[in-house]
């Protein structure tokens, strides 16, 4: 059964770093790109980036590129998501999930259970 | 980039009502797009891709339409368990970008 397991929630403070993981089971990590949502408090989903644990290839949103990194270590079949600098402004919940792609399509078909980031003074 | 225009934002519906949502794409995505399904605190969940393909495992009430720039959620029948927000997703060029959702609620 696939599961993509994310770590536990973080607070932080503003100015701090922060890596998060997605950790795969149950499926070849490097056959599929992986993707990272933001939810921020009572709001949508916003794609942020996707990465490709095969080649490290990764395309980011213009809204993300610059302020986030995204990268992977497929010896611990593992994905992250990172800050350098956070500020109140990232306190959300991100979520990563495989991002499947046919001949003809792609789709996010399996979830982590999200990682909720709170950044405060 | 895409904009996807998602409509309505927010609906009331009684069990056993046809539900229809609909995203509009700034351009043309062919069928490149996807419908999921969030209920509160919990992860997204896939519906349908590529426009019409049931996910497996959902049931069969809900089903898709669409192509080009206009697309279609249906539920046929709703069901206690619908009741959530439902986001479209446009993945035909980068950035990818979600509807603003619709939230149904219980009339």
């Known amino acids: 059964e696939v599961q993509l397991v994310q770590s536990g929630a973080e607070v932080k403070k503003p100015g701090e770093s922060l890596k998060i993981s997605c950790k795969d089971s149950?499926?070849?990590?490097?056959?599929?790109?992986i993707g990272w949502v933001r939810q921020m408090p009572g709001k949508g989903l916003e794609w942020m980036a996707v990465?490709?644990?095969?080649?490290?290839?990764?395309r980011y949103s213009p809204s993300f590129q610059g302020q986030v990194t995204v990268s992977g270590d497929r010896s611990v079949r593992t994905a992250y998501l990172q800050w350098s600098s956070l500020r109140a402004s990232d306190s959300a919940l991100y979520f990563c999930?495989?991002?499947?792609?046919?001949?003809?399509?792609?789709?996010?078909?399996?979830w982590g259970q999200g990682t909720p980031v709170t950044v405060s003074s | 980039d895409i904009q996807m225009t998602q409509s309505p934002s927010s609906l009331s519906a009684s069990v056993g009502d046809r539900v229809t949502i609909t995203c509009r794409a700034s351009?043309?995505?062919?069928?490149?797009l996807g419908w999921y399904q969030q209920k509160p605190g919990k992860a997204p969940k896939c519906l349908i891709y590529?426009?019409?393909s049931l996910q497996s495992g959902v049931p069969s009430r809900f089903s898709g339409s669409g192509s080009g720039t206009e697309f279609t959620l249906t539920i046929s029948s709703l069901q206690p368990e619908d009741f959530a927000t439902y986001y479209c997703?446009?993945?035909?060029?980068?950035?990818?970008?979600f509807g603003g959702g619709t939230k149904v609620e219980i009339k």
């Open positions: 149950g499926y070849s990590f490097g056959s599929y790109w």
């Open positions: 997703l446009q993945h035909n060029s980068y950035p990818l970008t």
């Open positions: 990465f490709n644990p095969g080649d490290s290839d990764t």
């Open positions: 351009q043309d995505i062919r069928n490149n």
């Open positions: 999930a495989r991002y499947h792609c046919t001949t003809t399509t792609c789709f996010f078909d399996y």
């Open positions: 590529g426009a019409f």
